[in-house]
């Protein structure tokens, strides 16, 4: 008989655990609050990257999840990742040579390029620092639209979705995880859960006397109106504004990738950010600000994903930059609950190390 596997959240880290697990021949039942795409997920500014986050472990954990997302493009209809490549002059000019070499080293393929050059990739940047580093093998998706493409996937695969459901608890029987209720008291049977719940998974894992520390710091993201032409290539990560143009014609921006605090003034900020693209890239002038997102980050204590089993049949995906590694933290979580591997590059992430005790 197949594994039963309820999945709590259906953002971009959900998704691609259920659509692993329904591959793998799992039974799945995906379990949403919301309408499917999660929470933090519509308010990412999705940069698949793996330029954030030392140590070097840590980048090639990112960069294997980024060879997933070319997978996943293969695999899954509706996926479609633009590999467009960033221009990054975020730093001062000696961390950013330094993040060069060190990078550089570790394989990572950027080139840096001056002014001339970065006209050619960027031709409405306005005014173009006097160097930069050009990251080829970055690029962007439409998050909510990829969850629900590994959604819709995970149910062609058998999987059972309900959405506008919240779970209450999760239900244990001398000490083993058994199932969860939800808020309308129903209750539902299952073999091992997935808890991919974000900023709410240490509060059901505090219900089974399990803690996990963790933060969920806000960050908003500008959206400004739908551009009819084409004004940016590629991401520009730039001090204080990173920015990029979705497929669908918005140019949305934050203060960096995670997007900024708004400090209780949010459409002032909104506001700001607009007004700072404008003036970095030309055409912008015309668009106006259409709405923003404040979202908040699921982040472990240490900064570093937690993913693992924390008990007997409760295995947690909690972490920041989850459209970059939803691919990896699907696959894995899938093999290690479908097949009982354990890959040793999860070995960090231990959700049970003593960072999140």
């Not at 006397?209 to 032409?229: D, F, N, V, W, Y």
């Not at 691919?327 to 890959?343: K, N, S």
């Amino acid at each position: 008989m197949a594994k039963h596997v309820a999945v709590i959240g259906a953002g971009i880290i959900g998704a691609s655990v259920a659509w692993h697990l329904s591959r793998a021949g799992c039974a799945v039942t995906l379990i949403d609050a919301g309408d499917g795409g999660g929470v933090a997920t519509p308010c990412s500014f999705a940069w698949i990257n793996a330029s954030w986050g030392n140590p070097e472990y840590y980048s090639h954990f990112r960069r294997r999840s980024m060879q997933g997302w070319k997978r996943l493009q293969a695999e899954v209809p509706g996926i479609s990742v633009d590999w467009c490549g960033s221009l990054t002059w975020d730093l001062s000019p000696a961390e950013l040579a330094e993040y060069a070499d060190e990078h550089g080293r570790w394989g990572y393929d950027l080139r840096w390029v001056d002014p001339a050059a970065m006209a050619a990739i960027e031709p409405n940047l306005r005014t173009p620092p006097d160097r930069a580093l050009h990251v080829s093998e970055e690029g962007m998706v439409e998050p909510v639209a990829a969850a629900r493409a590994m959604i819709e996937g995970a149910q062609a695969n058998g999987a059972r979705v309900l959405t506008e459901t919240s779970v209450a608890r999760m239900v244990l029987r001398n000490g083993r995880a058994v199932g969860l209720e939800t808020d309308a008291g129903a209750v539902i049977e299952s073999d091992e859960i997935v808890a991919a719940a974000g900023e709410n998974t240490a509060k059901l894992l505090s219900g089974t006397g399990i803690e996990l520390r963790m933060s969920a710091p806000p960050g908003l993201i500008m959206h400004s109106t739908i551009s009819q032409k084409r004004l940016l290539n590629g991401l520009l990560i730039s001090p204080d504004l990173h920015v990029r143009q979705t497929k669908e014609g918005r140019l949305i921006a934050g203060s960096d990738f995670a997007g900024g605090d708004p400090q209780g003034r949010p459409e002032e900020m909104a506001r700001d950010l607009l007004d700072r693209v404008r003036a970095m890239v030309e055409g912008a002038e015309q668009l106006d600000l259409d709405f923003f997102t404040v979202g908040r980050r699921p982040t472990p204590a240490d900064g570093f994903p937690a993913i693992g089993r924390v008990a007997e049949g409760i295995y947690v995906t909690v972490l920041h930059s989850g459209v970059t590694l939803a691919p990896i933290v699907g696959e894995l979580a899938a093999r290690a609950i479908a097949l009982g591997e354990r890959d040793p590059d999860l070995a960090p992430y231990d959700p049970l190390r003593e960072a999140l005790a």
